[in-house]
């Protein structure tokens, strides 16, 4: 059970039916097909601490942090032109970095090869100031956990 009802603007994450739900969007808004909603949910969940909600087979929402994103199974894409285009592609996002500031990487790359994933890169130092690793889940997406180095 959770603590307290999750909150966009307001509104009620667990509750929020489809129109208010797309009224109150603001900002940037990451949204992802995925073969399988519920799979790439547990992945979310279990290696980045995300929370879901309203999450079925055909559509999830996420949060990270006060960041919210969705996921849509491909079929729901049917009449969308993206649709065609994910539907002749096996990996997706190729080129894209879904980075992930709030994350320790140790810990996400651990969950990850539990869960068994691909792990495009070990966790390491980077001279820009963080600690990344990059990791691959099923859809072909790339997830970089980081933090930044502490300085002393």
Known sequence: MRDERPTLDGIDLDTVDPDTFGAGLRGLGL??????????????ESVFDMR???????FAILTYGDEVLQLHADGTYHSHP????????DARGPGVEIR???TDPDDAVDRARSLGLEILQE??????????????????????PSRPLLTG
């Not at 879901?52 to 055909?58: E, H, K, P």
């Open 31 to 44: 949204n992802l097909l995925v073969r399988d909603v519920m799979a790439q949910v547990l992945m979310l």
């Open 100 to 102: 992930l500031y709030e």
């Open 52 to 58: 879901s909600f309203q999450a079925t087979a055909d």
């Open 123 to 144: 966790p390491a130092d980077k001279p820009h100031g963080l600690r990344e690793a990059f990791i691959i889940c099923p859809n072909g997406y790339v997830w970089a």
């Open 82 to 89: 993206l649709g065609a285009v994910v539907a002749a592609v």
